[in-house]
T-cell receptor, first 112, second 118 residues
C-alpha cells in the first residue's frame, strides 16, 4: 500500500524557470514531510522539510508547500539550475513512527 | 570522509547463494536502517536498529538477517538468494529513532549497494 505518491516520473524544465514537483499522500497521521534529492550512484540526500502545522517552508531557491486538506505537497525550485537535475523523493513520517515512507521519485532534468 | 559507507557497491551472484552487505557510519548516530529500492523504485524500510537493538522489523523474509555488532555498524546477511531479491539496498542512520525533521537530525543515506541475482 503506497501511502506517498509521486505521480510524475519525470519533469523537464528550462534553466532559469520554475520547477514544481508534486507529491500526494493518503495517511492523515503523517506529521512531517521531507524532500530528498538523489544523484546517480549516490544515496538520497536531505533537501528540505516541513512540519504538518505549517503550510510553507523556504530555504534559498527551494520552497515546500503543504496543503493538508488536499493531502498534497509540492517542491518549488526557483530559478532552476542544471545542477538541480536529479531524482527527487518525497517522504513522510507518521506520528510516533521511527521510519520514513517514501514516494517513487520524480526525475528532474534542467535543460541549459 | 564518507558519513555512511556501504560495501560492496555492486554485487552479482547466483540464485541460492548467501551474501552480506556491510554498513558503517561515522556520524555518532544511535539509529541505523536498511531500506530496499526495488525495480518499481519504491524505497521501503526493512529494518532499524537503535543502539544495537532491533526496533523495526518489517515484513521481510527470514532469509534476511540484520546484525549490529555496535551502534556504528549494521550489516545485512541474505541467505538462499532469489531473483526477486535483486534491488538496491540503502543503509541509513539518524541521531535517534524518528528524528528526521531538519538540520542535523536528518536521515543520512549511504550510496547504496546494487544486488543482482542471476
Amino acid at each position: 500500500d503506497q501511502q506517498v505518491k509521486q505521480n510524475s516520473p519525470s519533469l523537464s524544465v528550462q534553466e532559469g524557470r520554475i520547477s514544481i514537483l508534486n507529491c500526494d499522500y493518503t495517511n492523515s497521521m503523517f506529521d512531517y514531510f521531507l524532500w530528498y534529492k538523489k544523484y546517480p550512484a549516490e544515496g538520497p540526500t536531505f533537501l528540505i522539510s516541513i512540519s504538518s502545522i505549517k503550510d510553507k517552508n523556504e530555504d534559498g531557491r527551494f520552497t515546500v508547500f503543504l496543503n493538508k486538506s488536499a493531502k498534497h505537497l509540492s517542491l518549488h525550485i526557483v530559478p532552476s539550475q542544471p545542477g538541480d537535475s536529479a531524482v527527487y523523493f518525497c517522504a513522510a513520517r507518521k506520528t510516533g513512527a521511527n521510519n520514513l515512507f517514501f514516494g517513487t521519485g520524480t526525475r528532474l532534468t534542467v535543460i541549459p | 570522509d564518507t558519513a555512511v559507507s556501504q560495501t560492496p557497491k555492486y554485487l552479482v551472484t547466483q540464485m541460492g547463494n548467501d551474501k552480506s552487505i556491510k554498513c558503517e557510519q561515522n556520524l555518532g548516530h544511535d539509529t541505523m536502517y536498511w531500506y530496499k529500492q526495488d525495480s518499481k523504485k519504491f524505497l521501503k524500510i526493512m529494518f532499524s536498529y537503535n543502539n544495537k537493538e532491533l526496533i523495526i522489523n518489517e515484513t521481510v523474509p527470514n532469509r534476511f538477517s540484520p546484525k549490529s555488532p555496535d551502534k556504528a555498524h549494521l550489516n545485512l546477511h541474505i541467505n538462499s538468494l532469489e531473483l526477486g531479491d535483486s534491488a538496491v539496498y540503502f543503509c541509513a542512520s539518524s541521531p535517534r529513532p524518528g528524528t528526521f525533521n531538519s538540520g542535523a537530525n536528518v536521515l543520512t543515506f549511504g550510496a547504496g549497494s546494487r544486488l543482482t541475482v542471476l
